[in-house]
């Protein structure tokens, strides 16, 4: 998360400068919601869209965009490199992440959305649905991630 901020304030005086510029975050569907294993990779991406958001609200007269990308489940080794809770690699390909969207469709999906100029964007399969039952039944959203099979 820092490194992403540190070089998105490198680059804002440039776009400042020219009046024009587009930042394109990769956060996660994570940085969204939170599920079990991933608290330090959840709080990062919430971290990220906390930052964009207040930096496209302090920016927009200047011209420069920002897009938020929320990525579900996407064939990377994410998973393999995720750290357990004592900090040792988990090492495996978790099923989710195994069976996800590939990164040539993300890209892609990111194009499309730049061009069109949105805010934000969630891309993936049935994970989508979390956004939807977490913001209108976070009861319903909270017990289903207490049974969620992320390994």
């Given at each position: 998360m820092l490194g992403t901020i540190c070089?998105?304030?490198?680059?804002?005086p440039h776009f400042l400068q020219r009046k024009?510029?587009?930042f394109v975050v990769i956060t996660s569907l994570t940085g969204k919601f939170g599920t079990p294993l991933r608290s330090s990779y959840a709080a990062a991406k919430h971290g990220l869209h906390g930052f964009f958001d207040s930096l496209r609200a302090e920016i927009w007269r200047e011209k420069v965009q920002v897009t938020l990308v929320c990525p579900g489940f996407i064939t990377t080794h994410v998973s393999m490199n995720a750290l357990t809770g004592d900090g040792s690699p988990q090492g495996a390909m978790d099923n989710a992440?195994?069976?996800g969207k590939s990164p040539?469709?993300?890209?892609?999906?990111i194009l499309n959305a730049v061009e069109k100029g949105k805010y934000e964007m969630a891309y993936g399969g049935s994970e989508l649905m979390g956004l939807y039952v977490k913001r209108f039944f976070p009861r319903i959203?909270?017990?289903?991630?207490?049974?969620?099979?992320?390994?």
């Open positions: 070089l998105s304030k490198a680059i804002l024009t510029g587009h992440t195994r069976a040539a469709d993300l890209a892609k999906a959203f909270t017990n289903m991630l207490k049974t969620a099979k992320v390994t």
